[in-house]
């Protein structure tokens, strides 16, 4: 099977090209990754153009399309670059895997609920109140115009890299001490699970809205305690605030925990937070 993953220098492309034992291929825009890169093309996927004649060259099985503008204040900031990347990017891949015939399994998130209930299931429906939000539930209805699609709802992505909330968390515990927000909620999802997880799906030939996180519902702050205890901090130098504190440039949604019971009952299981933690400290 030949697999195209858009966005393989970002936190989950880079980790299923790693992880998938098909014939792979990935796309990047700014950042070349560092891992073999004999299969893997600049290619900026707002240019059909461009996008199309590389997936016409190598015909893949699937597109997971992971590629994405996530920078949520950036998004509320620079709109016109939010809806290229979000919107137009993904109408492009949708329209070649149209063209072509190719299931797509398109990345989603739990930003497209509006917070105020949590514990979301797939069939609830989406209310997006931030235009990072908007541009990805536009994703989601472009790519349900498929004959063959997945969708993959996942939340706040957990792994080693420099950037992610975890070396985020370290790096205020480094510096003395820092805030969480008591009051945004989520589902933390180790990638290195979460790519495991994909390919599962691919193979089980999965279509249809999937949600795949972690198997905890936790606050921002509960989250940086955790890390702290993991990694072996003071938890006591995290300090509770709120979102309204924070000052986001671009609302966020306050409780977009997400129900996994679906994917867990196709036996494909997702670790608490602690667990998730503890298995990246030996990655
Ligand atoms: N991170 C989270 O907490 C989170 C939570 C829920 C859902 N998601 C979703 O999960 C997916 C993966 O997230 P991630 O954290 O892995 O993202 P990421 O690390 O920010 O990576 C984004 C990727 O998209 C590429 N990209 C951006 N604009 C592009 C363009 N115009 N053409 C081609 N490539 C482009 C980037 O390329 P360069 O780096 O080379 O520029 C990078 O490889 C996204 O769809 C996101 O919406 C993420």
């Not at 109408?91 to 895997?97: G, L, S, Y």
């Not at 541009?135 to 790519?143: A, D, H, N, Q």
């Not at 936790?218 to 979102?243: C, H």
Request: charged share 25%; glycine share 6%.
């Amino acid at each position: 099977m030949k697999l195209l993953i858009t966005g393989v220098s970002g936190q989950l492309g880079s980790a299923i090209y790693k992880i998938s034992k098909y014939e792979n291929y990935g796309t990047y825009l700014s950042n070349l990754p560092k891992t073999n890169n004999k299969n893997i093309k600049k290619v900026d996927i707002t240019s059909y153009n461009d996008i199309s004649s590389f997936v016409k060259k190598i015909k893949p099985n699937v597109i997971i399309h992971c590629a994405a503008l996530r920078n949520v204040d950036l998004c509320e900031e620079n709109k016109e670059l939010a809806w290229k990347s979000n919107v137009i990017g993904t109408k492009n891949i949708v329209d070649i895997c149209s063209e072509l015939r190719i299931k797509m399994v398109f990345i989603s998130t739990d930003y497209v609920f509006d917070g105020y209930t949590g514990g979301y299931k797939e069939d609830d429906a989406p209310n997006p109140i931030n235009f990072y939000a908007k541009t990805k539930v536009i994703g989601e209805w472009l790519v349900q115009n498929l004959e063959d699609f997945f969708i993959v709802r996942t939340s706040m992505l957990v792994s080693n890299l420099p950037g992610n909330y975890v070396d985020f968390t370290l790096s205020g515990l480094k510096s003395g001490g820092i805030s969480g927000a008591t009051d945004i909620k989520s589902s933390p999802t180790l990638v290195s699970e979460l790519a495991e997880a994909s390919i599962s799906a691919i193979e089980k030939d999965l279509s249809g809205i999937y949600h795949m996180a972690g198997d905890e519902m936790i606050s921002r702050y509960e989250f940086m305690r955790t890390v702290a205890t993991i990694f072996g901090y003071d938890s006591n130098l995290i300090k509770p605030t709120t979102s309204d504190e924070l000052k986001f440039k671009a609302k966020r949604p306050k409780d977009t925990s997400l129900d996994i019971s679906k994917i867990k009952n196709l036996k494909i299981k997702f670790s608490t937070l602690e667990d998730s933690l503890k298995k990246l400290k030996v990655q």
